[in-house]
């Protein structure tokens, strides 16, 4: 469809192997962390798989550690697995990391501090530039009812990207875009894509 760009969501499975997938639970209800890979079904790829398949891409990785879910990771073990299979692969300018879980990029960035940490959000607390600048992340991920040109000019002021997700809507899209935001994270690449081109032939 000519997007940039794939993200994507990371978990570990019993054995210890990384895959992608949204939820903590499989359709028929076993938890992915509880379960072998080789008993996971087909259409769950495994990380590295899905790599291949995004090959001349960048992709955003969310690491999936919410301290409510039952694959919940204190230790950052599939963080670290994650960025040293990046490391492996080189092209640190493709991989772009993300987490709801600011310590889990802490970790991302300690292990391979030459791969981008983003911080994602749902709304951005108040002191969440400071936070990322601090830190030392590049970027802030926020939901795209919270994106405000305010915020995008603080982040863009102390030299932070902001990806928004997610966002299906032209007109928002456009509105968004004209406020200088460097990604849209959407189901319909095909419309935001339109919109980007339409706006870049009016200029």
């Known amino acids: 469809m000519g997007a940039d760009a794939v993200e994507l969501d990371v978990r570990r499975t019993l054995d210890g192997v990384l895959v992608v997938h ?24 495994l990380l590295a798989d899905a790599l291949d398949a995004c090959a001349g891409m960048w992709v955003n990785l969310e690491i999936k550690n919410d301290p409510s879910e039952p694959d919940f990771d204190p230790n ?9 299979l990046l490391h492996e692969r080189g092209e640190p300018d493709r991989w772009l990391m993300s987490s709801f879980r600011i310590e889990t990029m802490d970790r991302c960035r300690a292990v391979a501090p030459h791969i981008r940490t983003a911080w994602l959000t749902s709304r951005p ?20 009812r919270h994106v405000s040109r305010e915020l995008l000019e603080d982040c863009h002021a102390a030299g932070l990207f902001v990806n928004t997700w997610t966002c299906d809507d032209p007109v928002r899209m456009a509105e968004l875009i004209e406020w200088g935001i460097d990604g849209i994270c959407t189901n319909v690449p095909d419309v935001a894509l339109a919109v980007r081109n339409g706006r870049a032939n009016d200029s």
């Open 76 to 84: 950052e073990w599939v963080a670290e697995q994650t960025m040293a």
């Open 22 to 45: 949204h939820d903590p639970h499989l359709d028929d209800g076993r938890v992915i962390c509880r379960t072998a890979a080789a008993q996971r079904p087909v259409h769950i790829p």
């Open 125 to 144: 607390p108040r002191d969440a530039v400071t936070t990322l600048v601090r830190r030392g992340h590049a970027g802030l991920h926020p939901k795209v």
